[in-house]
T-cell receptor, first 112, second 116 residues
Framework: SQQGEEDPQALSIQEGENATMNCSYKTSINNLQWYRQNSGRGLVHLIL?????REKHSGRLRVTLDTSKKSSSLLITASRAADTASYFCATDDSGSARQLTFGSGTQLTVLP | DAGVIQSPRHEVTEMGQEVTLRCKPI?????LFWYRQTMMRGLELLIYFNNNVPIDDSGMPEDRFSAKMPNASFSTLKIQPSEPRDSAVYFCASSRRLAGNTGELFFGEGSRLTVL
């Protein structure tokens, strides 16, 4: 089963609006990562937040992490049509191997 | 750096045929991962290597799937014989460190496999 589950599954907003995507996970983690995937392309790493961090910023991206609730959110401010993509959260598996497990993703559509 | 390179980008084959997918990781990355992406199951980790050695292949669905990494710059994922349910996009990714040690993954563009 997948470690992370994103919410909502799909999100459609107007250009200039903010987009918020949420991710819940099940086990303890060392860090949580967000990736972006444009249609027909590979995934691209956006940002990583460690388990001892609560908030992190990178350009128009803001990520929060609440380990007590096992949840994270990704906020994209002042969205652009070029932000249209699928966004995935990923966590390092709590098992000994510590490989990355991906959620089901949020499909974001930014309308011009 | 050219990034992770996968080939072929698209493969259409008939049930029962052998399929070989290829990957060249980023130079200097010690970890290589094979993922499969489908609408139904999302992204699944199939197998990963560390320094060319397979570490965890628990995600490989069946014995029909095999993966090798003969050297640090090349890996293959083979399906023999292929079945329609193997149709998916197969991604190769590489990293310097494991995710648990804050390693980020660098993905290739994927190989879209269609088995008729």
């Amino acid at each position: 089963s997948q470690q992370g589950e994103e919410d909502p599954q799909a999100l459609s907003i107007q250009e200039g609006e903010n987009a918020t995507m949420n991710c819940s996970y099940k086990t303890s983690i060392n860090n949580l990562q967000w990736y972006r995937q444009n249609s027909g392309r590979g995934l691209v790493h956006l940002i990583l937040i460690r388990s001892n961090e609560r908030e992190k910023h990178s350009g128009r991206l803001r990520v929060t992490l609440d380990t007590s609730k096992k949840s994270s959110s990704l906020l994209i401010t002042a969205s652009r049509a070029a932000d249209t993509a699928s966004y995935f959260c990923a966590t390092d598996d709590s098992g000994s191997a510590r490989q990355l497990t991906f959620g089901s993703g949020t499909q974001l559509t930014v309308l011009p | 750096d050219a990034g992770v390179i996968q080939s072929p980008r698209h493969e259409v084959t008939e049930m029962g045929q052998e399929v070989t997918l290829r990957c060249k990781p980023i130079s200097g990355h010690d970890y290589l991962f094979w993922y499969r992406q489908t609408m139904m199951r999302g992204l699944e980790l199939l197998i990963y290597f560390n320094n060319n050695v397979p570490i965890d292949d628990s995600g490989m669905p069946e014995d029909r799937f095999s993966a090798k990494m003969p050297n640090a710059s090349f890996s293959t994922l083979k399906i023999q014989p292929s079945e329609p349910r193997d149709s998916a996009v197969y991604f190769c990714a590489s990293s310097r460190r494991l995710a648990g040690n804050t390693g980020e993954l660098f993905f290739g563009e994927g190989s879209r496999l269609t088995v008729l």
